[in-house]
């Protein structure tokens, strides 16, 4: 089973792509550095904090707990 890390990437990554945002618009819409956005879908990423996962979520105008749905 994968991690929780690697599952956020994917659901990241595909969030992203159905709101059609590039990464740099992402990390500017999130006020979160372009750099991040990266290792966050990176194929080993980084663990985000809670503060960045909140700016994603009001990024993609979804509540916090829509973005951490992995199903």
């Given at each position: 089973m994968e991690n929780i890390t690697l599952r956020?990437?994917?659901r990241l990554k595909i969030l992203r792509k159905k709101h059609?945002?590039?990464q740099e618009e992402l990390a500017?819409?999130?006020d979160i550095s372009y750099k991040n956005l990266q290792y966050l879908?990176?194929?080993n990423p980084t663990c985000p904090n809670?503060?960045?996962l909140?700016?994603?979520a009001?990024?993609?105008n979804l509540p916090l707990?829509?973005?951490l749905d992995f199903k």
């Open positions: 956020f990437s994917k059609s945002f590039t500017e819409k999130a879908e990176s194929k809670l503060k960045t909140e700016k994603l009001k990024a993609f707990s829509k973005l």
